[in-house]
Each structure stands twice: as C-alpha cells, then as structure tokens.
C-alpha cells in the first residue's frame, strides 16, 4: 500500500497523524472527561457538558472559529490545576480509556510506515500531557501537541506557550523536516479535518481519514485519497511490534484546557443542537 522499504541513501521520510478520529475514534481529551471528574479537577456540571461535546464533537467537530473561541476559554478555566495531579490521572487512566479506542487500520498503517524505514509523528491540537502518552503507546518516534505555561509552584498559569492548530501543523512539521532531514514532498500526513489542510499541503502524500465535510470536497478537488477507519481494536490484541522508548512528558494543562473548551463549546451549540 505504502511502497517498497525507503531507500536509505535518499533523505530520510515521516508519517504524520492527526490523532484524535484518526488515530482514535474519539476525542483524546474529552475521553479523560470522567477521570478528571473522578480527580476533582472538574465539576459534575462540566463532566455532563463534556459527555455532550463529545457526542457534538464526534457529530462534526468545531471549525475554526470556534476552536479559537475555545483557545481563549480554556486558559482561564483551567488556571492553578496541579501539574502533577493531571500527569497522575492520565497515566492511571490511559490504557483502559485509550487502548479500546484506538483504529485498527490506522495502528496498521502506523506499522507499515515503521516497516518502511519512516518516523512516525503525531501532531494534535489536544495538550502534550494526553498526546505523548498516546504517542508512547502507539509506538510514534514524535510528538507536536500542544503545550501550556507550568509557574514555579507547578500549577498552570492559564497562559498557553505553543497552540498546535491549523498552520502551526505545518510549520512544525517544516521544522522538524529541517531538523531531522525529512524530505517533505516524499512524506505522508493523515487527518480528518479540513483545518489541518495546511498540514496535508505540506506533504507530498496527503490522506483524508474519515474526513467531515469541508476536507472530503477539497481531497476530491484535489484528487486526495480519503480512507474510512472504522475498526477499534486494543493494540496488545494486534501489534506486532513492542511500542517504543517513552517519550518525554510535558505540560498537562493544553489537554485538560482542551476538554474545558469543547465544554464551552458544547455550551454554546446547545441550542442550535435542540
């Protein structure tokens, strides 16, 4: 499907994937909605919202504006949460919340890529504190997620350091062709939402997975493939391959500060939903 193993005299290549109804079914960080709850870290109020953001999210997803809207919300909400406390519930929760979840033929391709010689990166809106645990279990090489300011006290200060969304995709991924030598127009990318279409620009083998609306016309438009997963299935039952070293942890508040904006969201779409 992908080709032959890369030619190691050549530059080398990557695979990058959006994650959440990519990699996943679900939204990364709206699946740890409960065991925040359980953690004390949200209220059972914004635990319900949260369930419906969910459902909304799964529905369509948010198109750019209101993720900015989002982005500004989250910052405040999420203030003086403990950074060690996320990090804890994350690492409690991660196998039985994300393992059922994760698409079989997405780990397939990510396997495939491997066995081809190319890194495999996961680049997500979702905070660093989900994203790279997920990583580490999926056995990518790297991660670009999304990161928030930790004070001294090891709480979060609400301000957010780097925003992974939309063009800041793709100029991550330019840095880290320049960095580790990628050579772009022979690389892949894989999403589901046409907000990361300057991501998929990037590439020379841009897939739509599962795409909503706006990203299905423009990869017909421009002869894209588009590939539907629809098969969740725990990694320990199907890889092949152990996943690889850990990677390094960073700030857990761009996650939970994600979950709080698709509840703000939810809020706000509540009645166009009714």
């Not at 679900?26 to 870290?41: A, D, I, M, P, V």
């Amino acid at each position: 499907m992908l080709g032959l193993v890369e030619n190691h005299s050549l530059p080398r290549t990557a695979a990058f994937f959006d994650l959440d109804k990519t990699v996943i079914a679900k939204s990364s960080t709206l699946t740890f909605s409960k065991s925040f709850y359980q953690g004390g870290l949200i209220n059972r109020r914004a635990a319900l919202r949260t369930a419906y953001a969910q459902f909304v999210f799964l529905a369509g997803g948010a198109d750019h504006d209101q993720m900015e809207r989002m982005r500004k919300y989250l910052s405040a909400l999420c203030r003086g949460w403990n950074v060690q406390q996320v990090k804890e519930i994350v690492a409690e929760t991660l196998h039985d919340l994300i393992d059922p979840i994760i698409y079989d033929e997405a780990a397939s391709l990510i396997e495939e890529h491997h066995t081809a010689g190319r890194d495999v990166v996961i680049v997500s809106t979702s905070g660093a504190e989900v994203v790279e645990p997920i990583g580490e279990l999926l056995g990518a090489d790297r991660v670009v997620a999304t990161r928030m300011v930790v004070g001294d006290d090891g709480c979060f200060t609400g301000e957010v350091e780097y925003y992974a969304y939309g063009p800041t995709k793709a100029e991550a991924i330019k840095e880290l062709a320049e960095s580790e030598g990628y050579d772009l127009s022979r690389c892949y990318a894989y999403s589901d939402s046409a907000t990361d279409l300057p991501m998929l620009q990037t590439v020379g083998h841009p897939y739509a997975v599962n795409p909503d609306r706006a990203l299905r016309r423009e990869a017909l438009a421009r002869g894209w493939p588009i590939l539907d997963f629809h098969h969740p299935v725990r990694l320990k039952q199907r890889l092949s391959v152990p996943p690889r070293p850990a990677l390094v942890a960073a700030a857990a508040i761009g996650a939970a500060a994600a979950t709080a904006g698709l509840v703000w969201y939810a809020s706000r779409r509540r009645p166009a939903a009714t």
